[in-house]
């Protein structure tokens, strides 16, 4: 059985939309029994690939996301930043750019926070498409930004610091934020008649104490992990306890929430997971058909210089994100990739938040970004009203790939600074 044969199977089954998991389980079960190869093999690779210190983190940063949501937290701090920014033109797309730490994840706050968001700033008189861009684009700093579930899969994946590869994403995701706010700037300067409240002290005290306590959490993880305290791992628990805690001293969570918290928590875990597992014994196969070799020959023979290496990655990175989870495209392209990038002297921190910055950008990219669907399933807007309210924000994320790409080293800075 060739790779070719296994990976047109794969893009069938994901063209007839069967889990990215199971696309590539099936194919791959099956060329381990047509090649003589030992199906307890198989499964040997796929049980040690997520028996993984570094991947603990993921359930418990993904459970810390869920208590913060079922809690109320993220109502919380939309108050205090509408109480803030209400006399600003354009203060709910503002608003919407100030909530992508929540899960960690593009898909689920886009379409969790898009149910609450969209409708808000369509009754506020914001155009379909401002609204569909402004949470679409916002939710893919939520991957960049720590706690990063992807940033976590790569430093395991990698063998890097989790904590180097966290300060490393901090600087690129608030010049995301601060790239999208200049968007919604400009945009907002052809809608005259958008409303405004007026600024009020005594309403941004009485938001700003209840926030106080919730932003504790972000201290608490960051803090801890780029001062050298925790390890992600145990940030990622501390935070998830801290929020527990909070949730359950507002009396905005209760006993009777946890069991619905723990499934959604564990689904969402075991869904990544068999990613996970899935692209390993994929990699396993093409390692064994000498694929990464081929590559690297490749791309060595193309050229010698480290920055079209890096636009290279750029493009497939983004490419890929427009089909697949990022979880399951980063494991299937950090073992092909890293080698090479060594050969190119690339620092693989570097590397690491290129690849994740341009999967997000492939979210949002026409035809066929992922974000882009959920936003359409779950507003019922025209597509094409998804695909011109996102082309917009995706200029200065692409600019800034394109920055990390000419001064890779730009980035080193802060972990250098920590001592990470």
């Known amino acids: 059985m060739s790779v070719l044969v296994l990976c047109l199977l794969i893009a069938a089954l994901l063209l007839v939309r ?7 389980f099936g194919p791959c079960f099956l ?33 810390l996301g869920s208590i913060a949501n079922r809690a109320g937290i993220a109502d919380r701090l939309f108050d205090f930043a509408l109480a803030l920014l209400g006399r600003v033109r354009g203060s709910l797309g503002y608003v919407s750019l100030g909530f992508s730490w929540m899960s960690g994840s593009a898909v689920a706050d886009a379409a969790a926070l898009g149910k609450v968001e969209i409708p808000a700033m369509l009754r506020a008189g914001y155009s379909r498409p401002f609204a569909l861009g402004v949470v679409g684009s916002s939710s893919l700093i939520a991957p960049v930004m720590p706690p990063s579930i992807p940033a976590v899969i790569y430093a395991g994946l990698a063998g890097i610091s989790t904590g180097a590869l966290f300060a490393a994403s901090v600087v690129p995701a608030f010049l995301m934020a601060l790239g999208l706010c200049l968007v919604v700037f400009l945009w907002v300067r052809r809608m005259p008649d958008l409303p405004r409240t007026e600024f009020s002290w005594s309403r941004v005290a009485t938001t700003g104490r209840r926030v106080i306590a919730p932003l504790g959490a972000p201290v608490i993880i960051l803090g801890g992990i780029l001062g050298g305290f925790v390890t992600p791992t145990e940030a990622a628990a501390v935070g998830a306890l801290y929020m527990l805690l909070l949730g359950f001293a507002l009396r905005t969570l209760h006993l009777r ?30 390692a064994r058909e000498r694929v990464p070799q081929e590559i690297s ?6 050229t010698s210089d480290a920055t079209v290496f890096l636009l290279l990655v750029f493009a497939l990175s983004m490419v890929l994100g427009t089909a697949l989870d990022a979880i399951a495209v ?9 080698p090479i990038a060594a050969q190119y002297d690339v620092d693989p921190i570097a590397l690491g938040v290129l690849m994740i910055l341009s999967q997000m950008i492939g979210l949002l990219t026409p035809p066929v970004g992922t ?50």
């Open 18 to 24: 069967v889990p990215v998991a199971f696309a590539f």
């Open 31 to 63: 060329y381990m029994m047509t090649s003589d190869q030992s199906v307890g093999l198989a499964l040997r690779l796929v049980s040690n690939s997520t028996a993984s210190f570094p991947l603990l983190a993921v359930p418990l940063f993904i459970l």
């Open 257 to 286: 929430d946890l069991p619905g918290v723990l499934v959604e928590a564990a689904l969402t875990t075991g869904s990544i997971m068999l990613i996970v597992a899935s692209a390993n014994l994929l990699g396993y196969v093409l």
């Open 297 to 302: 020959e490749w791309m060595l023979g193309l």
């Open 330 to 338: 980063l494991t299937l392209t950090v073992p092909i990739l890293l």
């Open 371 to 420: 974000v882009i669907f959920v936003l359409q399933a779950i507003t019922k807007a025209k597509m094409a009203e998804v695909f011109w309210g996102s082309l917009p924000f995706l200029v200065p994320l692409s600019l800034l790939c394109l920055g990390i790409i000419f001064w890779p080293d730009a980035i080193l800075y802060l972990p250098q600074r920590l001592g990470l």
